[in-house]
């Protein structure tokens, strides 16, 4: 049964990493690209973690935490230069 939901999981997070990156590159705003920059992110994170626990592996969670505190960085970064125009003060 734990199979088969993973399975059905790992089939709806790359749909939705499919129209995040549908998002990302017909975007009609630079503020929709980085929205959907950073949820690309996130479902990334979700796959590493979902094949974490199909492969019953604790590495796949310190890469996935790695990703969020970068896809983190990133996104403030982004949004930083968005509003300023300069990214360091």
Request: hydrophobic share 60%; net charge negative.
């Amino acid at each position: 049964m734990l199979n088969a939901a993973i399975e059905i999981a790992f089939v709806l997070i790359a749909a939705a990493l499919a129209l995040n990156l549908y998002r990302l590159l017909i975007g009609p705003d630079t503020t929709d690209r980085i929205l959907a920059l950073d949820t690309l992110g996130i479902n990334s994170i979700a796959l590493l973690v979902l094949y974490g626990v199909s492969k019953n592996s604790t590495a796949y969670f310190e890469v996935a935490l790695l990703l969020a505190l970068l896809g983190f960085v990133g996104t403030v970064a982004l949004c930083k230069f968005l509003l300023r125009g300069d990214i360091s003060e």
